[in-house]
């Protein structure tokens, strides 16, 4: 059964930063596209980033361009997502998952950007 398992969110004030972690197991993980999603309160849930599976390129929706990256440790099973300059809309669950997101998500992570 294959795990995903997110961490490293919080709560930070805007313009404040954090590095989002997923641990995946019982995975081919180094063979395939990885994604960051976000849910946020009373909106769908939403692709935020994806890196192919040699960390040879990347994609960001463009109201994280600049801000985040996404980043992937072949040897480790293990995806980033680095965020800066956080702002109110940023302000979600955030989940790992393949593109598109078949396999059965894990419990997310919060962030919370808040004065």
């Known amino acids: 059964q294959v795990q995903l398992v997110e961490s490293g969110g919080g709560s930070v004030l805007p313009g404040g930063s954090l590095r989002l972690s997923c641990a995946v197991s019982?995975?081919?993980?180094?063979?395939?596209?990885m994604s960051w999603y976000r849910h946020a309160p009373g909106k769908d849930r939403d692709l935020v980033a994806t890196?192919?599976?040699?960390?040879?390129?990347?994609w960001y929706r463009d109201s994280v361009k600049g801000r985040f990256t996404i980043a992937r440790d072949n040897a480790k099973s293990t995806l980033f997502l680095e965020l800066n300059s956080l702002n109110f809309d940023d302000t979600a669950v955030y989940y790992c998952?393949?593109?598109?997101?078949?396999?059965?998500w894990g419990q997310g992570t919060q962030v919370t950007v808040s004065s």
């Open positions: 890196i192919t599976s040699d960390s040879s390129e990347t």
């Open positions: 019982e995975f081919a993980f180094d063979r395939y596209f």
């Open positions: 998952n393949i593109p598109p997101p078949t396999l059965s």
